[in-house]
Structure formats: structure tokens, C-alpha cells
């Protein structure tokens, strides 16, 4: 299907008119790429900033099938625009799990793989990356190529985190983990102030699964008070006796829906500063556990349908670094002053810590060390004030996640320290709005 | 055992009844030109259903190969659903008859050639159903689109014959009447939103109505009370409006 329409991602910023095209069958597929000069490559749209926008974008929402399921090996091949919520649809009932997931189940397994997803469990299980086994790409002459650690290995690993500039992912092969049930055992810990936050997640290693809310707007001794929520995929034994017949099968759930975009002024410096301060305080004891579905843990915001209308019509803007281990603690008391300070509140700040970074991935986002993600509503002076926290953020040896940004200028590129060898496998039929922006 | 026969499996409608039905417990025999190109949705069906499912080669408009595939089922169908069929482009099909052509074989021709086979096997054994896919397009025959129009109004003739045919031997007919349907056959066109049906829509009705062995089902379901009101316009106004 081919058509013009106007495209945004989850920011909501920047729109542009483009023309889309979507195809199902890979004789019809093959053929596009080939008559293209250049193309965009999209999966659902759940980036940021401009990752998948561009002119000319295909969608890859048609490839939609599972491929191969081996549930005795725990390894699954499915095509590039599987979904992740459809993933977890099957194998949840299986005891089968994602190996890592972000935030949102509505990515594409492609999209998965272009940002090198991570999730709550880096520390542990490092990102998406780790437990791909091969993919198969397509050229820009609509040529199929394979790819993985044997094969074609520096195409495999470039484009693990590539952004979607060395080709179109066909489909991929990747293992999952057993679970038993379909819960997780949560703690939730108050944390007053970044340090003891900090100290938390160094106590917290031998956890799977382990991320903190922040609060970005504390000042002083409360600097970066949080919320910190550590968690295990529960076993039967832990699970309710009312939950036990059922350990893999979730009721579903009624979701909220944001259903117009609100007015400009509802998410300001005082609202944020309120929500923030309820929801640190939600919770009264120091430190609770909880019994949740993984719905709920994993993906607290897809519940909200379309929650990024809270931020207005001109959208938002995320904001996502990671500071060396050694230079986290200052840099980011310097940035939570900053940010204090200037009254551009997130009060979706999250924040956590990451273990080594895979040396084969040339452009994968993680290193050891803190990362925070951060969003602000598109207000004038924020550009400004994010090139200014930009500063901080490179001076400590840091670096920005590039399927989260709308905004940041090409030299931030440079701390990404296999960045020649990504860009010697860059295919410049497969360009994006990001990728011209930063000059990549 | 339960098994549908899909002819024309590439649509987006077949692939929603594909799904529709495999989610149902049945087994499926996608059948398509080009069938390789079927093997991901072959696989996924079966992998997320646990169903026999397979792709075979299909030709609507090779009408000599259609007893040879008929026989060549490793099983009869107890339900076979015509899916298949061409837009094609009312202009050019004005000028140029290969066009009309083959908006007539695909449409009616081929459809009639492989109904005809199947009708008769399932008039022996006595049971199943067979389902069309027509058009609302084949309630009359308007100026942009009425070779596409004709060919689908013949085959509702046909399938409203078959019914009245195939009654006494317990067999039944439906005919599948679309309005607007979202789908790569209308991509370039603009079609209003509230009246127009996803493939799944389309699905899920034609498994209930096939369920419930319903004649005729119209999708969604306004076309039906769109068309009446169409079809009575007296044809002295309705020659002059530029439908």
C-alpha cells in the first residue's frame, strides 16, 4: 500500500509528510527497495525522535509472521514486524519469556534490534543483542543477506543498534528464557536522596530485574529521591494460592485510554512538581513486596493508551544519557541540579544502572555506569537547555541514546567509540531524518 | 475433520479468514499463485494454532488446471471460500478488452470453473459450504467501476443459482457481498472511514455467517440498507448521477 501521510513517532516531534508505503509478500518487498534511491525503515513508530522518519518510509507492520518456534530450545524466529506484546501473546502460556525488554511491548522485533533494546535486567542480561542469533537483511538491490556472529559478522554487528541504515531486517532468530509463572516478585524501595538510590542498585546486583523512579525535581538532601523497584520472575510456590492454577494465563485488562491530545498548559514546572511528590510518596513503608502480573511490572505506560497526548500537541522530547560508573554519582547531581533549577520537569525520570557494554556492538547505546531517561514537553529555551546538559554528559565520557533523541548535534556522535567501524557498513540507500540530522 | 479450502489466499481478506478459521480449530489449504510466497503465513498459522496448514499452486484464470488441482487435495474441504478476484482499471478496461478480460475471467470465469468442480464434489458427499466473495459493486452497474460490476453481479447470480441448486443436498451456499474493505486492492483509494470494514471484520462476519449458514451477508453490515436504497433509484435519475 502506497500512500502520502504525515508521520511522527512517540514524541510526537517532528511530523513529517511521507510517502508510506507497507508490503507483505518478499518478491513485492525485494522489488520496492530496489527501484528506491533512498528509504526509511519503520517498524511501530515507538521511537522517540526521528529515528524512522524520512521521506520515503516503508513499514515493515506486514511482516507480521512467526516463523519458527522451538519452544524445547527456547529459540524463536519470526519476521521483522512481529510485535512484541504478540510475542509475549504466545509464549507467556508456553513458560516462555522475552530475554530483555524495554518499557513498551509495541515494538517491532526489527526496531528491537536496530536500537539494541535494554531493559531492566542489563546488569544481568545484557541488551537485546546478546541473544540474537542471526538475522537476514535485505540489500539495497533487494538482495537477501544473512547475518550473525559467523556470518557476515561485521554487517551482524553493526546493524545490532544501527538504526536501521545498513539494511532492511527480514527477520530474526533469537532465544527466550524459561519462566514459571507470569508474575514477578516486586520490592519496592524508598530511596531519599540519589545516594542511597545509588547505593541501592550496587546492593541489588544479584537481582534480575532492577530500574528506579525518580524524582528529577528534589533539591538539596533530596536530591534525586526515588522509587526503586526490584524484581524476580516469581515461582509457583511464591505465587497466591488463587493465582496458582492459572501461573502462565493473564485476565485481560481494561486499559485507559488518552483519547485527545491535551492543552498545552495541564504538564507545567508546578503540576510535574505535584505528581512527583504524590508519587514518591505513594507508597509509606520503606519497603513493601508485591505479587504483580508482568504486564503491569514491565509495562506500567502501555496501560494508558496514547500517553504521550498528555504532553500537548506540540509533543515532548526524551532525553536519555549514560555517565561512566565512576563519573555518575557528580554528573548527575550536577545535571538533577540543573534540570531543579530550571523548572522543565520530567516526572517520568528513570533511572539505572547498566553493566559492561558489549564490545562487538559498534553503536549499541549501554555502558557501565548510570543511565537516566528523562522527558520534557516541547517549551522554548529546551534545546538550549539539553545542549547544555549535553555538555555535562560529554565531559564525564557519556552518551546520548540515539532512538530516543530528536535534537542532539552530530559531535555527540563521537563518543561512540566503534563509530568509524559502524559507518563502514552503512548502506546509503537506507538513510532516516536522524541519520541526516547527525551525520551518520 | 474440519478444513477449509481458501482460493486466492494472497488477499488481505484471506489471510483475515485464514486466521479466522485456524483460530477455530480447522485445518486450511491456502491455494495462490506463486504459493511459496505463502510459506510465512503457513508458518505462522501453524505455529501459533497447531493446525495442518499448507500452501498450494493455484491459478484462477488457468481453468484447465482446475480438476487436476481439485483432485490433487490430500483431503476434501468441508468448506471452500472464493476469495479471489481483480479491480482492475474501469478506463483502461473501456479501451482495451484484454483488460475487460480479465476483470470477467478473474472475477467470474475463473470463480464459475473452480465452483463448478467443487460443487459437485460436495453435492455428492452430501455436505459442506461454499462461500463468494462478491461485491456490493455487482447490485448495479454504475458508470466508474461497472465492468468490475458486471463480472461480480453475474457472480452473485451464479452463487444465488448454486444455493437454490444445492439445497436438496444438504450443501450450502453464501454469498459474501463487501462494501468498502481496507485493504491493498482499495489502497489507492479514498474510502469514507466509518463505512469501511478491516479484513478482520470481514472474518469474523463471513465465520459467523458461514456458522450459521446464512444466504447472503453484506459487510458491513449499512452496505445492505446502502444498496437497497442504490438499487431503488428509478434508472431515469440514476443514468444522470455520476456514482
Not at chain 1, 525485494?30 to 529515528?51: E, H, L, M, P, S
Not at chain 1, 508519587?279 to 504483580?292: E, L, N
Not at chain 2, 461454499?130 to 461497472?146: K, L
Amino acid at each position: 500500500m502506497k500512500k502520502f501521510k504525515e508521520i511522527k513517532n512517540w514524541g510526537n516531534y517532528p511530523r513529517l509528510h511521507a510517502r508510506f508505503t507497507e508490503l507483505e509478500f518478499i518478491n513485492e518487498i525485494a522489488a520496492f527497495i530496489d527501484r528506491q534511491n533512498n528509504v526509511t525503515i519503520r517498524g511501530n513508530g515507538r521511537a522517540y525522535g526521528d529515528a524512522s522518519l524520512g521521506n520515503n518510509i516503508f513499514s515493515t507492520l506486514k511482516l507480521d509472521k512467526f516463523l519458527e518456534l522451538d519452544e524445547n530450545r527456547g529459540v524463536i524466529t519470526c519476521q521483522a514486524g512481529v510485535l512484541f506484546t504478540d510475542i509475549l501473546k504466545l509464549i507467556v502460556p508456553k513458560g516462555l519469556f522475552l530475554p530483555v525488554t524495554p518499557g513498551t511491548q509495541f515494538i517491532t522485533v526489527g526496531g528491537a534490534i536496530a536500537a539494541d533494546v535494554h531493559g531492566k535486567n542489563h546488569h544481568s542480561e545484557g541488551c537485546f543483542s546478546r541473544h540474537l542469533i542471526s538475522l537476514t537483511l535485505i540489500g539495497d538491490r533487494g538482495n537477501l543477506i544473512p547475518c550473525s556472529r559467523a556470518e557476515n559478522p561485521d554487517l551482524f554487528w553493526a546493524t545490532v543498534g544501527g538504526m536501521g541504515l545498513t539494511g532492511l531486517i527480514y527477520s530474526a532468530e533469537f532465544y527466550l528464557k524459561r519462566i514459571e509463572t507470569a508474575y514477578i516478585r516486586q520490592e519496592t524501595i524508598k530511596a531519599r536522596n540519589l545516594t542511597e538510590a545509588m547505593d541501592l542498585f550496587e546492593s541489588s546486583q544479584d537481582w534480575t530485574y532492577t530500574v528506579a523512579w525518580l524524582d528529577c525535581l528534589s533539591r538539596g538532601e533530596k536530591q534525586g529521591r526515588s522509587l526503586m523497584l526490584r524484581g524476580e520472575h516469581a515461582t509457583l510456590e511464591e505465587l497466591p494460592h488463587s493465582l496458582q492454577k492459572q501461573p502462565l494465563n493473564l485476565p485481560d485488562k481494561r486499559k485507559i485510554n488518552i483519547p485527545f491530545t491535551l492543552p498545552n498548559f495541564v504538564l507545567n514546572g508546578l503540576s510535574v512538581q505535584a505528581f512527583n511528590t504524590l508519587y514518591y510518596h505513594k507508597q509509606w513503608q520503606k519497603q513493601s513486596v508485591d505479587i504483580i502480573d508482568y504486564d503491569s511490572y514491565f509495562y506500567p505506560l502501555d496501560g494508558i493508551e496514547n500517553w504521550n497526548r498528555i504532553y500537548g500537541d506540540r509533543g515532548f522530547v526524551q532525553y536519555q544519557f549514560v555517565l561512566p560508573k565512576a563519573e555518575s554519582k557528580a554528573g548527575l547531581a550536577k545535571i538533577l541540579t540543573q534540570i531543579s533549577a530550571s523548572k522543565k520537569g520530567s516526572f517520568l525520570t528513570v533511572l539505572k544502572l547498566f553493566g559492561e557494554a558489549d564490545p562487538d556492538a559498534c553503536l549499541s547505546f549501554p555502558m557501565e555506569g548510570y543511565t537516566l531517561a528523562l522527558d520534557f514537553k516541547l517549551q522554548p529555551g529546551l534545546f538550549e537547555f539539553l545542549n547544555e546538559l549535553d555538555k555535562i554528559v560529554l565531559d564525564c565520557g557519556g552518551r546520548l541514546y540515539l532512538v530516543k533523541d530528536a535534537r542532539m548535534k552530530s559531535e555527540t556522535l563521537n563518543y561512540y567509540p566503534h563509530l568509524a567501524q559502524f559507518k563502514a557498513q552503512i548502506n546509503r540507500k537506507f538513510t532516516s531524518h536522524l541519520a541526516d540530522r547527525i551525520g551518520l | 475433520m474440519k478444513r477449509v479450502l481458501i482460493l486466492g489466499a494472497k488477499s488481505d481478506i484471506a489471510k483475515a479468514i485464514a486466521t479466522r478459521f485456524a483460530q477455530a480449530g480447522y485445518d486450511l489449504d491456502l491455494a495462490a499463485r506463486s504459493s511459496t510466497l505463502l510459506e510465512p503465513l503457513v508458518k505462522d498459522l501453524t505455529i501459533r494454532y497447531n493446525h495442518e496448514v499448507k500452501a498450494l499452486e493455484f491459478d484462477a484464470l488457468d481453468f484447465n488446471s482446475h480438476q487436476e488441482f481439485y483432485e490433487k487435495l490430500s483431503e476434501k474441504p468441508t468448506i471452500a471460500i472464493c476469495v479471489f478476484g481483480y479491480l482492475g482499471n474501469q478506463e483502461s478496461a473501456q479501451k482495451d478488452f484484454q483488460e475487460a478480460e480479465k476483470i470477467i475471467n478473474t472475477n467470474y470465469t475463473g470463480a464459475v470453473s473452480i465452483l463448478n468442480i467443487i460443487a459437485n464434489d460436495f453435492e455428492e458427499r452430501q455436505q459442506g459450504t461454499i462461500a463468494g466473495i462478491s461485491s456490493v459493486a455487482g447490485d448495479r452497474g454504475r458508470q466508474s467501476n461497472y465492468l468490475y460490476g458486471s463480472a461480480k453481479a453475474a457472480f452473485t447470480a451464479y452463487l444465488s443459482g448454486l444455493r437454490n441448486r444445492l439445497v436438496k443436498s444438504g450443501v450450502n451456499v453464501l454469498t459474501v457481498k463487501p462494501g468498502y474493505v481496507a485493504t491493498k486492492m482499495t489502497a489507492e483509494m479514498e474510502l469514507s472511514q466509518p463505512l469501511t470494514a478491516s479484513p478482520e471484520q470481514v472474518a469474523e462476519a463471513v465465520f459467523q455467517a458461514i456458522d450459521r449458514n446464512k444466504n447472503v451477508l453484506y459487510t458491513l453490515w449499512m452496505w445492505k440498507y446502502i444498496m437497497l436504497i442504490i438499487r431503488s433509484i428509478p434508472e431515469f435519475i440514476f443514468k444522470k448521477l455520476n456514482l
